[in-house]
């Protein structure tokens, strides 16, 4: 390999000192969106406005705001506070809370989310899975109906926890562990907490007055069957009418988005109806259940949050995983909403305006609340523009908390659960599940152990198996990085991989590797034992037609990263292929792995005269320094 | 884009069925070394005689076994057993059990291996580090000076468990898991475990009668400082002239590796003089404790092991953390002396064999055995030649059970102290620790809180933090891939990073990304975020000098995986992109990517001539067709 002028054009003195590589990595790792990006050049006093208006969003879109963009805001408000209402409602007793907690955490949240939120679409309000996984952990502990202060007291300190770690994940920038939650986990999660849902409706719809405290579907099941003697068919026929209509309205939206007002306002209508008929039958004399509701805005509720050390492993557990939960949720649904306007929502942001809306929450007598998909979607469809939709709502709320509240007690049981049935019914996303199938069978089997394991054991197994197996699969890449061989295309000076390119062939004497990304102590024992491989493989092939394997390239070219295990491997591979006679050689380290390299000197071993930039150089040199010694070998005949 | 040209060579009639794929992974993942390769085309009872050579590797070598060879075992094994006895009676004495039991375990465990083993150089017996372990966890629950019996049973019934769930590992081809400990990991963990087990030995070294039951750092040096009344001047004089002595011969052997022998018998030299030393001087009566050692060969044990539901859970936590750690240890061991030697050893094939030893071991009286260093790089250096000299070895190991074992009844504690400490002063590799931490400073961290949790908290917790750290590590690459951007190294076709190749310059209109691998869920949105900054990145450079991007091109070569999430993103990002005027094209998708792009329908959606080859043809078409829409507008104007 004498011929330096192949090999000239590698750049080896381009290293960055650790402090740069460090400054460097952190910033793609915590700050990803470059936050700070338009300050730079800027006077201190207009780069501190700056900073005020980028971590307090209002400030920067209040003063702009008018008039034209208020009507759009107002109507979006009112028509997602016709659904508040309903929902509010619906998902505290889901939570086994009294319902006005329900309404209660759809008037302060929202307000200081428009505050801090980055995301114009996103409307705020509780959620089912959420609810439900509430119910379930801290049900476990205390019975709501035989200590209902105990268990509001510890459904606050949960909720205040999970304020503190959304808040604390924001500021410290740890947007990256939401990233973990694959889509395919949140959909199975979703289906199978919307089915245990449905099924809990079942105790409303059929209005049975002795049920379970388990979710599973089992339990559950086995509850409604045994009690066949209180099935009331009234309730049933009344459920399931307005389930059906429920369910048309959605069809309705899905076929002609236009008609989004329906099915938003049909829930209202819903209750409504259940109000009139069950005020006009004197209902609950015939045992359809109602809820009991007052007049008044939110107690504070500082004081009942409870930190005794008894107790306070369950809120803590339970703040942890609807938390994570509830910003997985929150955060999905306003980036793909904020996509489909083309804009930029900023996921930390978004953390802290979610944190520090269920702080405030947790003292003013709300529970947990994020951006629930249904009610973002309404307000998104009602044409909203800024957060001001999010206080429009919030001021209905208020107006509802001190005239009209107890207008609603007369909400019988069964309408609450059919707007819960068909608001869940739409979550069991089907379809998308048979598309994972097609495409990524690995995807289908992480999203339906989700679904299965939340539906027989239990919603935090069903989130730790899918986690579990979302992780296993990053982990199994990173174990076993793909590598090819490469062959040159005709007519081309393009290397590409032959089993992808039949057309492709190989070069007498030379085996040229594409390797894959990262290498890391993981891998580093398969890919000395696959580059064995790929050579005994390709000496069986070659041994036939009398070529022997004089040289290995390793086109680099797609490794990002290498750990100082990977640089011993390639130390082991260069001694081992020495000893049976082949060369190796190394093709285009991108920059982090020359860095790697040159620090650990194996550049110096393995000798600049054998690292190309490009297959073609490194090929013409292999050839090159092949044909000599065959003249030389010639000649010495 | 008008002109088909330039990507005519894209193949996309490649795909291959769920089935193959599957197939294909599942080689990749279990069986990387392809062990049955040699299988293909052979008649049945010849292959059956070679699966049976395959799993039992001695029917293998030992139909081929001539005298000249033994003659080379003999002598490894003999001088591997003069450590062996030395050795085992220590570390038996770490594991707090009756030292006898470290004599059995170097007798029965290496003729197990010999049969199954694949290493032609590891030596069998017990480790330090396992031998500690086994002390804490099973010493919490049990005392053995209590209950030496119950103490015993558990012992036994944790080598058990270790040698099932190696087996089993073997068996599933579980190597994979193995991987994930790095090196850092291991070289921090024995370091720190080096320290406790070198602390524990003053004790011995300083002949205190009180010492603490617990293994960190502060607690021993706090009972070796609260006890200052009982230190025996004596002891530390005969302990510090011993370790001095083995730590000279270290030094030779490392100046000149021919001098192994002086330090491979130098342990025995020890005993046999201190035995001497306390048999002449009747030092038990002076307070120099000694150990007790009868004749006889291993008892069955088999009706010890203890299933007992009240204690199980020690065991199995024993054996599984023990099970991993000895893996670790001997895998890796063999490994690196097979590399020297230029062989292969299979890591599945290892796992078997050291489970089924150990299983075996757990009948006969033996605790867990594996590859230890020492006793390896000795049989190594004495110039063993295949597994028959353990089968030497044990036959020593067997004649010194049934006649010379109460001779070293007289062994006093403090010689023991001595070969255990300068065994362990060798493990502290701070220079390889500097060599990390000159070199890559996450593994250097990954390195030192394993050394420091290990020495300050526990071993269990120290384990648990590294390899927490390395999976981080792994994760974290995962959820940011580096990407970068290509420019043209002028003079040549070439495309390349241009933060690494400053002389590489961008085409106006054109902006060409490469992607890092793998684009997964874990990644995608940060993936979006970054496009869109290089973008505007781009664009402020370019608008200076009045140009506007046209063109994204994503260079995929570099691409071995992507999800259904990472389509997703494509699909969000070329949307993104159309809103903005900007075209999507992408770059030489390898066959994984291409499969997926394909089967959900991403590529009909982009449309086949956005797809190319190489970034050259896309270039060229981008041109193309940047100067035919010139020109249209010149011909307008």
Chains 1, 2 share one sequence.
Request: charged share 20%.
């Amino acid at each position: 390999m004498t011929s330096p002028e192949f090999h000239n054009k590698v750049i080896y003195e381009n290293s960055r000192s650790f402090g740069t590589v460090f400054k460097s990595k952190c910033k793609e790792t915590f700050f990803p969106d470059d936050p700070f990006h338009e300050l730079k050049n800027e006077p201190c006093a207009r780069r501190t406005r700056k900073v005020i208006k980028y971590f307090i969003p209002i400030f920067e879109w209040l003063p702009n705001y008018n008039f034209g963009l208020f009507k759009y805001d107002f109507l979006a408000g009112i028509t997602t506070a016709t659904l508040a209402i309903p929902q509010g409602i619906s998902y505290a007793n889901l939570a086994k809370l009294p319902p006005i907690i329900g309404l209660y955490s759809s008037f302060v949240p929202p307000l200081i989310y428009a505050a801090f939120g980055s995301s114009k679409n996103v409307a705020v309000g509780t959620v089912a899975a959420c609810s439900l996984l509430i119910a379930e952990t801290i049900g476990e502990k205390v019975s709501p109906t035989e200590d209902l202060k105990l268990y509001l007291s510890l459904v606050y300190t949960a909720t205040f926890f999970s304020g503190l770690l959304q808040t604390v994940m924001g500021v410290l920038r740890l947007g990256i562990l939401i990233d973990f939650l694959s889509h395919s986990t949140i959909l199975g999660f979703m289906g199978g907490t919307a089915l245990l849902i449905c099924l809990q409706q079942l105790k409303g719809m059929l209005g049975l007055s002795h049920f379970t405290n388990k979710t599973g579907v089992v339990p559950v099941l086995h509850a409604v069957f045994s009690h066949r003697d209180e099935w009331k068919w009234e309730c049933f026929v009344i459920g399931a009418i307005f389930l059906v209509v429920l369910q048309i309205t959605r069809y309705m939206k899905n076929k002609k988005p236009k008609l989004f007002w329906v099915s938003a306002i049909a829930p209202m209508v819903v209750v409504v109806t259940g109000c009139l008929f069950a005020y006009f039958t004197r209902a609950e004399k015939r045992g359809v259940a109602i809820n009991i509701l007052f007049k008044g805005i939110n107690d504070p509720s500082i004081q009942l949050l409870n930190f005794d050390p008894k107790y306070i492993s369950v809120p803590l557990k339970t703040g942890f995983i609807t938390a994570l939960v509830a910003l997985a949720e929150g955060i999905a649904i306003g980036r793909s909403f904020a996509i489909a306007k083309n804009e930029q929502i900023d996921g930390n942001k978004e953390m802290i305006a979610f944190g520090l809306m269920n702080i405030v929450g947790s003292f003013t007598s709300c529970y947990l609340t994020t951006g629930p998909f249904s009610k973002t979607a309404v307000n998104y469809n009602a044409g909203c523009k800024t957060a001001m939709s999010n206080i429009v709502m919030s001021v209905c709320m208020l107006l509802v908390l001190l005239f009209f509240a107890p207008l609603f007690s007369h909400t019988p049981l069964v309408a609450l659960s059919a707007i819960i049935m068909s608001a869940m019914l739409g979550l069991i996303e089907y379809e998308k599940a048979y598309h994972l199938f097609k495409t990524d069978k690995f995807d289908f089997l992480i999203c339906i152990s989700a679904f299965l394991v939340v539906s027989f054991v239990g919603m935090q197994s069903g989130l730790m198996v899918s986690v579990g197996l979302a992780l296993i699969r990053a982990l199994l890449y990173i174990a076993r990085p793909a590598s090819c061989k490469l062959g040159k295309i005709p007519d081309t000076k393009l290397y590409r991989d032959v089993e992808q390119y039949p057309g492709a062939t190989g070069i007498p004497g030379i085996l040229i590797l594409k390797l894959g990304s990262p290498i890391y102590f993981a891998n580093c024992s398969y890919l000395s034992e696959r580059i064995v491989r790929w050579i005994r493989d390709e000496q069986e092939v070659t041994e036939s037609s009398g070529n022997v394997i004089e040289y290995v390239l390793l086109d680099l070219g797609g490794v990002t990263a290498m750990d100082i295990t990977g640089v011993e491997t390639f130390v082991e591979v260069r001694r081992n292929l020495e000893t049976k006679g082949i060369k190796m050689i190394l093709i285009n380290p991108r920059r982090d792995v020359m860095e790697k390299l040159i620090v650990t000197k194996f550049i110096d071993k393995i000798g600049k005269e054998n690292v190309f930039l490009s297959t073609e150089d490194a090929i013409d040199a292999c050839n090159f320094s092949l044909n000599s010694s065959t003249e030389v070998k010639a000649e010495d005949l």
